[in-house]
T-cell receptor, first 114, second 113 residues
Framework: ETGVTQSPTHLIKTRGQQVTLRCSSQ?????VSWYQQALGQGPQFIFQ???????GRGNFPPRFSGLQFPNYSSELNVNALELDDSALYLC?????????????FGNGTRLTVT | GNSVTQMEGPVTLSEEAFLTINCTYT??????LFWYVQYPGEGLQLLLK?????DKGSNKGFEATYRKETTSFHLEKGSVQVSDSAVYFC????????????FGKGTLLTVNP
């Protein structure tokens, strides 16, 4: 089975710019979650998408937005980039359900904002 | 709100040593508990999980027991290998969701030959 893939692997942007990160879900998975992992910290939940709609959100401002497509792939968009947005962004897919459907993570996109 | 506190690292051990990484949590309701591992340059991989009190999760020689009375989920391994060198994250989910995980800050483990 194909795992979760993210692109690009690395990205450098300037403060104030906009960025789009992409994620392809693991085969058969219908939900996608995004996490931000700052250096030396644990991942923090940004939001989740199910059936192309946002289905839960963490403590992140509206300039963080996302999309899920009919093939369950997803995008994370960040507008008006700030220096503190520099982090590893992780995408995770799963089957809709409870804790018996664990998350499968991609390798992440390393975003640097200068 | 939910929170996870885990032992700060880094932890450095010799091969075949015993490993314990402490993890305690605060959560509403009855959370599910997880340990994830992150190898250099890679994403997170689920190592083990437990969904109710007194459950023991185990995988690849690692074990952790869900202790409700002490709100803990300590990770143990009897004999570590060099290949176990990685960052280990304790995490919880609650409210019936499997996607909104709350993570600890992670513990870097280095195993020397």
């Amino acid at each position: 089975e194909t795992g979760v893939t993210q692109s690009p692997t690395h990205l450098i942007k300037t403060r104030g710019q906009q960025v789009t990160l992409r994620c392809s879900s693991q085969s058969g998975h219908n939900t996608v979650s995004w996490y931000q992992q700052a250096l030396g910290q644990g991942p923090q939940f940004i939001f989740q998408y199910y059936r192309e709609e946002e289905n839960g959100r963490g403590n992140f401002p509206p300039r963080f937005s996302g999309l899920q497509f009919p093939n369950y792939s997803s995008e994370l968009n960040v507008n008006a980039l700030e220096l503190d947005d520099s982090a590893l962004y992780l995408c995770a897919s799963s089957l809709a359900g409870g804790a018996n459907s664990p998350l499968h993570f991609g390798n992440g996109t390393r975003l640097t904002v200068t | 709100g939910n929170s996870v506190t885990q032992m700060e690292g880094p932890v450095t051990l010799s091969e075949e040593a015993f490993l314990t990484i402490n993890c305690t949590y605060t959560a509403t309701g009855y959370p599910s508990l997880f340990w994830y591992v992150q190898y250099p340059g890679e994403g997170l991989q689920l190592l083990l999980k437990a969904t109710k009190a007194d459950d023991k999760g185990s995988n690849k020689g690692f074990e952790a027991t869900y202790r409700k009375e002490t709100t803990s989920f300590h990770l143990e391994k009897g004999s570590v290998q060099v290949s176990d060198s990685a960052v280990y994250f304790c995490a919880l989910s609650s409210g019936g969701s499997n996607y909104k995980l709350t993570f600890g800050k992670g513990t870097l483990l280095t195993v020397n030959p």
